[in-house]
């Protein structure tokens, strides 16, 4: 797993394009080579003793997904769920799951340059997953490491020593 | 040996033709794996894994030969095993004549399993030879067989093969003349190009093979022949390999020309001697004429045509071996295949209910026409999805009803009396699963005849009854199929497994728990039979039967008692199983349970219910108190509305305890598709997986097992 992240750090050296979406009021942007398809929210079948941001599992074409509430998960002040809600469906680690955040706002592409280290962050998010942050005409990005965020322990997505 | 093996096909009450399909594909995947593993065998440094590979290759065809009473094939291949097993021990170092003896043998088995698969009755051609030539290498001397590609033809030539040159074909079988062909056999780019005269060469030595005559090519690197061959291409490629690498030959079929078949009668062409280039092939009409009637009808037709199946089957023909074959009657696809396309309609039953349910509203005598091929999609959708469904699910039984002949044959041999006894034929298995699966189980139920049950006379002396039982059975167990081999035999022998074990070198103690012990059986080569019969004891199967199993994420758990027999549990997860589930309403919510473990369901009455501390409750039914799990407070069901209280339980039996489900309604009975949770998720307490309904919504097959552990605490 480390080797993964790592990859991805050196990676960021160079221009690189993240899709952009918001959760409240903030902007985050991930890796665009993670983001499998993006779809509209319909109601997962929820699983029972989980966390709160874990809303079920989806049909994606056959597939079982896990559906992540991001906006539960950073503890956004409003999660609502309607046809305009917007679930991005990521691949990682060869896994499907599929986030919900607020909406999708577009595609950019960031050069090194245009990335700075994140100051520590005092968030329900574990510093390492930010890879820093990115600005753009005066916008700022949060620029996370999905896979490392989805990958660690507290999201539960992924059964203990697996 | 061979007098060992029963000279029988089918009958003994069990029809065993049709399996024969499947063993000659897998017989012919096998030979054609283990020729590739020959050929790519560095001699310097064979490494264990291609020996054993190769030695797996000859053992299973010789396995499943010995089963369906195929001696000759038997018998040569179990030599083969026999000489590729003291190469995979180091006891013989491989050498190029042991690799040309092996895959001339491969060859042979091949001829012998087409003639059996085309029920050809003529006299077969003689092993006799390749047998001989084996056990010396195996015994260490070195035959001094000059040309390894020239003693082919004693295999390949049936004892009354045709003289050899012109007259092949021609007069004495016609019929294989009219199929002959006429090829561009393009080899190339070689490094050498002497590696081409190789190929030159097996024509010579090779009796019915062909007539070949070289072409002048445009490229150095390249040389071109014109072959006129009754052959299968695949067959020649399988000969080219000897001299050069597959992806250098191209062959291509050459329009015929009348009269053109006479180059067949020229003697070997002078080498390097360039013979007209391809158009025209003028040279033809005037060569001599060696073929008259016979081969004549053949140019009329396009050859292309000629399917390889319409050809003589068997006959003395050399080159029968692939063409003997018939055609398939079923073909092989990739799993991954099916996967997509039972996704894909799942996807289409999903729009297709979509679509149904958004038709509802509309006005019926509007929109007749609509409606009416709306209907027919829903029925067209359902009759899809099962017969895609049906691609993949195969019952047990399919692979069980292969055993009780080959036990019967088994016990025959080794004097002993076996009963077999078969359980949960009908649980469905993914075809995929049960393939990979009929391996593993074929050498456990080999092995528990070998070893496990007792000689009728030490039996009445251990007191127990003169024939002994083997239990095969089959169940969906929680999240998982359980296949169990049971035997009521000697069980295993702590002392000699560690003995064994000492003996090769594996590090061992006495205070090793039984279970410990039990798994170095799964060392390759670990055997513990003291006699090496042709049934088992080479330690062939047990490592084999692991790594397949665990190739499927499954394990194998060992129960053995000393005196009492020996239980092997292979728990297989479901990656894809179609099942039969109950679906049961809970608040808003569906699950499935497994129809397997359901017992009953009832509308419950409060007096029934009886609450004893901490507030757990018990349920009298008939006579019987059950412990009462509320799914809704497992599952932590939101209630919205009005609490109306859930009055039905379904009883459900898992492990050999029942406890009873409360529930809200039952909705029905169906079968659904197991998907596995953990591919994108995790395991998930109580759930033994998930499934797509109809309307594509997920719901969550409980793990009854799980549920009944539960209460018990």
Redesign the interface.
Known sequence: MNEVIGETKTATMGAREYLTFRLGQEEYGIDILKVQEIRGYEK???????PEFIR????L??????IVDMRLKFNCEKAEYNGFTVVIILNLYS???GIVVDSVSDVMELTSEQVRPAPDLDASLDNSAVLGLGSVNERMLILLDIEKLMAGVDM????LG? | MAEGYQESGAGDGLDLTQFYQIFFEEAGENLDQMEQMLLNLNLETADDEALNGIFRCAHSVKGGAATFGFSDVAELTHQMESLLDKLRRHELQPNPLMVDVLLESADASRLLLARHQTGDTSDPPSTAGLVQRISELASGSVPMAAEPVVEVVPVVAAPAAPPPVAAAPAAKVPKVAASSRLLEVRLGPLERGEQADGVKDLFRDIVGLGRIAEVASDKPEIRVFKVRTTSADDELLDLFVFHVAREQVQIQQLPEEEGSVGWLDLEDPPAGAPVAPAPGYGFFENAPGGFDTAPAPAPAKAPAAVPVAARPAGGNAPAAAHAAQPEAATIRVAISKVDQLINLVGELVITQAMLAQNSQALDPAVNQQLLAGLADLDRNTRDLQESVMSIRMIPMSIVFSRFPRMLRDLASKLGKKVDFVTQGEATELDKGLVEKITDPLTHLVRNSCDHGIELPEDRLQAGKSETGTITLSAAHQGGSIVIEVRDDGRGLSREKILQKARERGIEVSDSMSDPDVWQLIFAPGFSTADVVTDVSGRGVGMDVVKKNIAALNGTVEIDSVVGQGMKVSVRLPLTLAIMDGMSVGVGEEVYILPLSSVVESFQVKDEAVNTVAQGSRLVKVRDEYMPVIELEKVFRVPRHGSDKASDIMVVVEAEGSRVALLVDELLGQQQVVVKNLETNYRKVPNVSGATILGDGQVALILDTSALVRRSRH
């Open positions: 997962p079948t929820r699983i029972a003793n989980v079920g599992v989806v049909n074409r056959g597939t079982i997904v896990p896994r499907v799951v539960g997505l992924v059964s697996a």
